[in-house]
Every structure is written in structure tokens, then in C-alpha cells.
């Protein structure tokens, strides 16, 4: 595994771990078996970040929760967060975001579950 892997890596771990707490213990444990709706989800998440549209891919994330939670929408957060740690200070704040609204996000999911 390469360094960018294993930097990827570390940023997912870090992201999981503060997501699920006590109950993570690695992501090799994790099942990430997605239905089709939370797949198109999940997609739908991705390109808007991509779009540099994280506001609106947060406002995404956090309807979904609140409209139709499932055992696997932590894990959609989770992915969703990891995609933004692997963004740079200034990345973010070219998109009109900020590390520390990604440990408030975190924070706000955590209270979801």
C-alpha cells in the first residue's frame, strides 16, 4: 500500500472511529453493503462535493437521516466526512466550508445515533 493510501486510510479510520466510538473497531469489521436507494445516495453526495456543493451535499446527507435513518446511513456519513478530511484547509475554504464545520458535522450525526 502506498503512502496516499495509507494517509486515505488513516483519515477514514480517524473519521470512523470518532463516528462510532465504541462501537468501531475496524474498518475491516464494517459491513458496507448499500441498497440501491442509499447507493444513488451516496453518488448523489460524492458528485455535489465534487461540484465543490458541500453545504448542499451536507443538506443532502442530514434530510436523508431525518427523513429515512438506516442501519447504513452512519456509514454514508461517514464516507461523506472522509471525502472532506482529505481536502485541504484551503480546498475547503474555496468551497465555502472549514475544518471545524466537518468536526461539527461529526458531532451533530453522533447525536443522530
Known sequence: MGLI???QNQKREQVF????GKKYSSLNDLNFAY???????LIRIKRLVMDGKINEAEDVLFESI????TANSIYI???????????????????NFSPEEIDEGIADIKELF
Open 5 to 7: 493510501d495509507r494517509l
Open 17 to 20: 472511529k470518532e463516528l462510532l
Open 35 to 41: 441498497d440501491p436507494i442509499e447507493e444513488i445516495l
Open 66 to 69: 431525518k427523513k429515512s435513518k
Open 77 to 95: 456519513a461517514g464516507e461523506f466526512y472522509t471525502m472532506l478530511k482529505e481536502l485541504s484547509e484551503e480546498q475547503l475554504k474555496e468551497r
